[in-house]
């Protein structure tokens, strides 16, 4: 099986926004051999342990993340878009006019200023 890296491990679990207790709760990881369930998932963030088959399986769901996600070399860089920026004014309203539609005085093509 191809290794998993540990700081994908961490980024999974901070981008789901859980922290290591929380996750470790949600994947039941239980104290064993002297180690919290926190312990222990740090352990494998740290690259000490490595997480288990069904451990990942977990990890994927309770984290929101595909199963393969786990396995790649570096985390993923998403640009997050703006969702409050749009190339015009007319697209942020929820409703368009229709001088927005057919430009000014109903004339397709047409805009305001250029009128």
């Given at each position: 099986?191809?290794?998993?890296?540990?700081?994908?491990?961490?980024?999974?679990?901070e981008t789901a926004g859980l922290s290591l207790a929380d996750a470790a709760r949600a994947l039941g990881l239980t104290d064993t051999r002297g180690r919290t369930g926190s312990q222990r998932l740090e352990a494998m963030e740290r690259g000490e342990?490595?997480?288990t088959r069904p451990v990942?399986?977990?990890?994927?769901?309770a984290y929101?993340?595909?199963?393969?996600?786990?396995?790649?070399?570096?985390?993923r860089r998403r640009k997050i878009a703006d969702?409050?920026?749009a190339p015009c004014p007319a697209l942020r309203s929820s409703t368009l006019s229709s001088t927005h539609s057919y430009g000014h005085q109903g004339t397709p093509?047409?805009?305001p200023v250029d009128a």
């Open positions: 099986m191809a290794a998993i890296q540990p700081k994908i491990l961490t980024w999974a679990r342990d490595d997480p990942l399986l977990k990890m994927a769901k929101r993340r595909p199963l393969l996600v786990f396995y790649l070399e570096e985390p969702r409050t920026s093509g047409a805009h």
